[in-house]
Nanobody, 125 residues
Framework: QVTLVESGGGLVQAGGSLRLSCTAS????????MGWFRQAPGKEREFVGG????????QYADSVKDRFIIFKDNAKNTVYLQMNSLKPEDTAVYYC??????????????????WGEGTLVTVSS
């Protein structure tokens, strides 16, 4: 049984920061790419950022580039999303996902095999 559990969401004022965590249990994902996606109210889920299995390569959506940072700790089977300079438009449910068959970064939901249940981030203006 593979489980991904996100944490760290909450309410923050515009300009503030939050760090999301996603811990996997059930198997090691040290050889798998991981990603963060989000879904805002009334919108489709979208790619936020991804990281390669080694952690040496990352990719970000243009909307979060230079504000968000992804990093992972393979020893803890955990991936993080550091979100800085948050904007009201960043309000969404954030999901982590694992592409167990991929070593390199993927921005495609179709490549993801496991998903967390999501954590809500609300940014007030």
């Amino acid at each position: 049984q593979v489980t991904l559990v996100e944490s760290g969401g909450g309410l923050v004022q515009a300009g503030g920061s939050l760090r999301l965590s996603c811990t996997a249990s059930g198997r090691s994902f040290s050889r798998a790419a991981m990603g963060w996606f989000r879904q805002a109210p009334g919108k489709e889920r979208e790619f936020v950022g991804g990281i390669s299995a080694s952690g040496g390569s990352t990719q970000y959506a243009d909307s979060v580039k230079d504000r968000f940072i992804i990093f992972k700790d393979n020893a803890k089977n955990t991936v993080y999303l550091q979100m800085n300079s948050l904007k009201p438009e960043d309000t969404a449910v954030y999901y982590c996902a694992v592409a167990r068959r991929l070593y390199s970064v993927s921005a495609s939901e179709r490549d993801m095999d496991y998903w967390g249940e999501g954590t809500l981030v609300t940014v007030s203006s």
